[in-house]
């Protein structure tokens, strides 16, 4: 098994209607996100952030803006890195160009979604914090992936009151 480098990218993507181009994730951890995955060997952030775009979704990025980022303790299906469990995010706004040809090993369910669907999968994020959602339906059905509820959150694109936003990070870790 692949030993994380703790490094993580993150590329949200909008179009002209200001929907998202988020998708399932078809490997742990469970959630709806936007194209994210390791720096690893790809060199810079940058680099990383097309290659994973390319990767996941068949699209060419076109341009990167620096949006957000920081450390979180989330967990990945690798083994902890030489910092423990997390990742250090660095988080892009991306214009991109192509045709949509979804990776099946990565994504499911590839879609624009509109700012209100974002926000009610945030909310089913939450309920699953709270313990209203079992593992076995958010995993069916899910909400956003814990990990970008703080970066959606920070970029204004969802709602979330800060007790919550804890809660939600406990689940990512």
């Known amino acids: ?95 991109v160009t192509g045709d949509l040809i979804p990776s099946t090993r990565e994504t499911k369910n590839v879609r624009w979604i509109t700012p209100g669907v974002l926000q009610e999968l945030a909310d089913r994020t939450v309920a699953y914090a709270k313990g209203s959602i079992t593992d076995a339906e958010f995993e069916a059905a899910p909400g956003i992936e814990p990990v970008w509820m703080q970066w959606l959150a920070d970029l204004a694109a969802i709602r979330i009151g800060p007790d919550d936003l804890l809660r939600v990070d406990q689940l990512a870790r």
């Open 1 to 95: 098994m692949k030993t994380c480098d703790n490094t993580s990218v993150g590329i949200v993507i909008t179009d002209r209607q200001g929907r998202f181009l988020m998708f399932d994730r078809a490997t742990f951890p469970p959630g709806t996100a936007p194209a994210a995955g390791h720096i690893d060997d790809h060199g810079t952030a940058e680099d990383a952030g097309r290659a994973e775009v390319e990767e996941e979704l068949g699209l060419t990025v076109t341009g990167l803006t620096h949006v957000a980022g920081g450390w979180r303790g989330n967990r990945c299906r690798r083994l902890p890195g030489a910092r423990g469990t997390g990742h250090g995010w660095t988080i892009y706004q991306a214009t």
